[in-house]
C-alpha cells in the first residue's frame, strides 16, 4: 500500500531502499510489533526520514499508519531512534558505513525524482 502524494514520495524512497537492502517486503518495517529486527530497521527509517525531509515529526509518524500499521507513530518515538541510531554511528564505525550506504542510495533516488520532476515542469512549461 504505497503512497502517491508528494508530501510521502521521499518517505516512500527511503522505506523501499530499506526494504531492497534488507530484502523484507513493503509492510515489514510498519509492523506492529517490537521484534528487535524490525524496531532497528524502522528507527533507521525514522532517522533518514528525519534527515532527508522537513516533514513535521507527526507527519513521519502518520506514515507508519499509511503503510499498514494500526495507529501512527508518536513524535517522541521517532526523537528517540534518530537519536539512537546518531549514538550508534558515533560508536560503530561498521553501522556508520551502513547508515552511509544507505543514505547515498537515498540521496540517488531522492536526486532522480527531483530530476524527473523538474524535467516534466520544463516540459509542461512548453506545451500550448
Same mark, same amino acid.
Given at each position: 500500500?504505497?503512497?502517491?502524494?508528494?508530501?510521502?514520495?521521499? %518517505? #516512500?524512497?527511503?522505506?523501499?531502499?530499506?526494504?531492497?537492502?534488507?530484502?523484507? #517486503?513493503?509492510?515489514?518495517?510498519?509492523?506492529?510489533?517490537?521484534?528487535?529486527?524490525?524496531? #532497528?530497521?524502522?528507527?533507521?527509517?525514522?532517522? %533518514?526520514?528525519?534527515?532527508?525531509?522537513?516533514?513535521?515529526?507527526?507527519?513521519?509518524?502518520?506514515?507508519?499508519?499509511?503503510?499498514?500499521?494500526?495507529?501512527?507513530?508518536?513524535?517522541?518515538?521517532?526523537?528517540?531512534?534518530?537519536?539512537?541510531?546518531?549514538?550508534?554511528?558515533?560508536?560503530?564505525?561498521?553501522?556508520?558505513?551502513?547508515?552511509?550506504?544507505?543514505?547515498?542510495?537515498?540521496?540517488?533516488?531522492?536526486?532522480?525524482?527531483?530530476?524527473?520532476?523538474?524535467?516534466?515542469?520544463?516540459?509542461?512549461?512548453? %506545451?500550448?
Amino acid at each position: 500500500m504505497k503512497t502517491k502524494t508528494d508530501k510521502y514520495q521521499v %518517505l #516512500d524512497i527511503i522505506s523501499e531502499v530499506i526494504e531492497k537492502k534488507h530484502k523484507v #517486503d513493503d509492510q515489514y518495517i510498519f509492523q506492529d510489533t517490537r521484534k528487535r529486527e524490525v524496531c #532497528d530497521l524502522r528507527k533507521v527509517f525514522f532517522y %533518514l526520514a528525519t534527515r532527508f525531509t522537513n516533514l513535521p515529526l507527526q507527519d513521519i509518524g502518520n506514515y507508519s499508519k499509511h503503510r499498514g500499521r494500526g495507529s501512527a507513530h508518536n513524535h517522541a518515538t521517532i526523537i528517540y531512534s534518530s537519536k539512537l541510531v546518531k549514538d550508534w554511528i558515533s560508536i560503530d564505525k561498521e553501522y556508520k558505513e551502513y547508515i552511509g550506504e544507505i543514505e547515498n542510495e537515498v540521496k540517488y533516488f531522492v536526486d532522480y525524482e527531483q530530476y524527473r520532476y523538474d524535467e516534466s515542469n520544463k516540459y509542461k512549461e512548453n %506545451l500550448p
